[in-house]
């Protein structure tokens, strides 16, 4: 009896060293805690201030996404950057938008094609925002980007934002900021 509670206590052991080596243990996004405006939220044009890195974005600076409807009505996502600098090749992948919590308007998803063919989901959580900014993070907290209707906020909203971002429990350290429209430009 004695060796099989050792046997299990190690087995146990053993699995919990080999899930935390192997990152097993996701960080969670916290629950949206505020709803949003659905009808001036997703509407006209955001700018994207900071985000996760990724491959696709490699490059890619003053970034914008734009909510718009189609002739039926229905929300669409687009989002843009431009390569290298501001005044570089706009490239850009959008989608329809679906809101997966109506009523709270929180959670969306976007139903991406890239070069347009290739289909791409992406779950996003308005994570915290206000009139004028939004955290959205994926539900996982592995990608995160802040945006703000001023292309250019100041460097105390930056702070502000970064401070609102990392009570989220996100790694800052994961954080870049693209560089932005000069002024003049949008």
Not at 64 to 93: F, I, M, Q, S, W
Not at 115 to 127: D, L, Q, T
Not at 129 to 136: E, V
Request: charged share 25%; net charge positive; proline share 7%.
């Amino acid at each position: 009896m004695k060796s099989a509670s050792l046997a299990l206590a190690a087995a146990a052991s053993l699995m919990s060293a080999c899930a935390s080596m192997s990152g097993a243990v996701a960080a969670r996004a916290p629950e949206p805690a505020k709803a949003v405006d659905a009808a001036s939220f997703y509407t006209g044009r955001w700018y994207e201030i900071g985000r996760t890195p990724m491959k696709l974005t490699d490059g890619c600076v003053a970034g914008t996404t734009d909510y718009l409807k189609d002739d039926h009505g229905r929300l669409r996502d687009l989002d843009a950057c431009h390569a290298d600098t501001p005044a570089g090749k706009e490239k850009t992948v959008g989608g329809p938008l679906t809101i997966l919590n109506p009523g709270q308007n929180s959670k969306i998803r976007v139903d991406y094609r890239l070069f347009g063919v290739f289909p791409v989901k992406r779950i996003y959580w308005i994570v915290d925002h206000g009139d004028d900014w939004f955290i959205q993070s994926t539900p996982d907290l592995t990608m995160v980007n802040i945006y703000t209707r001023d292309p250019r906020p100041s460097p105390a909203r930056v702070v502000e934002l970064n401070a609102r971002l990392k009570a989220t429990g996100y790694d800052m350290s994961k954080l870049e900021y693209p560089a932005t429209f000069p002024e003049g430009q949008r």
